[in-house]
């Protein structure tokens, strides 16, 4: 699956910091549980390229929102 393959596929997700000093991204779904930790800068480096991600989304005028997962709130 690339990135510009549609899916079914619902999740949920959560970003919040660790106990260790990490932050979490947490993706849960039918069949998928899946903790991803990353250092703080690491996790600046990633929002960085959500947001530029986003500009260009913008730029090119979002179609219809397909695929598009559930997201909990954070706790």
Do not use: C, H
Not at 13 to 25: A, C, N, S
Request: charge should be negative.
């Amino acid at each position: 699956m690339s990135i510009n393959s549609q899916s079914d596929t619902a999740a949920n997700l959560q970003i919040g910091p660790t106990d260790r000093g990490m932050v979490r991204i947490y993706v849960e779904g039918e069949n998928i549980d899946l903790p991803l930790d990353f250092d703080p800068e690491e996790a600046e480096e990633i929002a960085e390229e959500l947001l530029a991600a986003a500009e260009a989304a913008r730029a090119m005028g979002s179609p219809a929102k397909p695929g598009k997962g559930v997201r909990k709130p954070r706790r």
